[in-house]
């Protein structure tokens, strides 16, 4: 199975996890195992540890780099990771990369439902079990759709498209990624239509409440952290506002000292910095990555650091 992902940021991410020959490192997100290769390029005796939900992901790298002694793979979430890592004796890692969102491979493979631009039953899960985004649409009440809608796609026609979703469900039920994006289509004014596919935001926010993203990205971003050893590295690739705003929370936490109030004399509240800025500004792609992966023009990188271990 051809699972193809282009590695956004590539040179940037492995670069800024300063990656030593004996380290052990983690890819939380494998995909089609683009960011894995080139750090298992940069390994001697370390070990990668290459993890994904998708099946699909999971064979392919499995397939991939079943020759490198190097290369663990596991199939799991990545906001699972500490716990996974433990059930093979790793409690410490060097650095972890964590590419969040959609992959190329599961927009442009038709059937599994992601994009509007194929008409294909409407999936979106990334591990091909569990509920599905038309089970979502036929089931859900228009207040909690039209909540998802606005909440995850950042959509201000979400009541509009909600409402649509359920008048139109009531006929017959909406199992194709076309019925859902005519449905949106037909449900915005004119003029939003002549801007870009109206339905972007809306499958946008179908496949974040369907996968979980955002609460898998917290969790994950925890587990993670508390992985790493002192001077070990955290990668976080984003491509929303939505994700990029809980990694500059998180990270942003881990940077704070005191919390004391500036007119105590002396600190009290005894909380030290747990992490370092390695970039102080999410890295974005440059002319020449834009010209050849356009999908890489949203992707945001942001590092750091930890500086103390663990309590």
């Known amino acids: 199975m051809e ?11 492995i670069d800024g996890l300063n990656i030593r020959p004996n380290g052990i490192y983690v890819d939380g997100t494998a995909g089609g195992g683009g960011h894995s290769s080139q750090i298992l390029k940069k390994l001697k005796t370390g070990k990668l540890i290459s993890i994904d939900r ?12 079943k020759e490198n002694e190097n290369s663990i793979v596991i199939k799991g979430n990545y906001s699972d990771m500490k716990s996974l890592l433990l059930q093979r004796g790793i409690r410490q890692v060097d650095g972890v990369l964590l590419d969040i969102g959609v992959s190329s491979h599961q927009l442009d493979t038709a059937e ?3 994009s509007f631009h194929e008409d294909a039953p409407l999936d979106m899960r990334m591990s091909q079990s ?33 409402k649509a979703i359920v008048k139109y469900r009531e006929e017959k039920p909406i199992e194709t990624t076309f019925e859902l994006a005519d449905i949106i289509r037909n449900s915005v004014p004119e003029r939003v239509r002549r801007a870009g596919h109206p339905a972007r935001k809306t499958f946008q926010a179908l496949r974040i409440e369907v ?36 990694v500059k929370k998180k990270m942003t936490s881990w940077y704070q000292g005191c919390t004391c109030p500036k007119d105590f004399p002396v600190c009290v509240c005894g909380n030290k910095p747990k992490a370092k800025p390695v970039t102080r500004k999410p890295i974005v792609a440059n002319s020449q990555e834009l010209s050849t992966n356009p999908r890489s023009r949203s992707a945001k990188l942001r590092i750091c650091e930890k500086i103390l271990e663990n309590s």
């Open 130 to 162: 569990g509920a599905s985004a038309a089970d979502l649409v036929n089931n859900l009440s228009q207040k909690e759709l039209s909540k998802i809608i606005y909440t995850y796609g950042e959509e201000k026609y979400a009541d509009s498209i909600s």
């Open 112 to 114: 599994r439902g992601f």
């Open 211 to 246: 996968n979980g993203e955002l609460d898998a990205l917290e969790k994950g971003l925890d587990e993670a952290f508390e992985l790493l050893c002192k001077g070990g590295r955290l990668a976080v690739i984003t491509f929303h506002s939505l994700e990029d705003r809980i």
């Open 3 to 13: 699972f193809s992902h282009i590695p956004v940021l590539l040179n940037e991410t």
């Open 54 to 65: 998708d099946p699909d992901a999971i064979e392919t790298v499995r397939q991939r780099f």
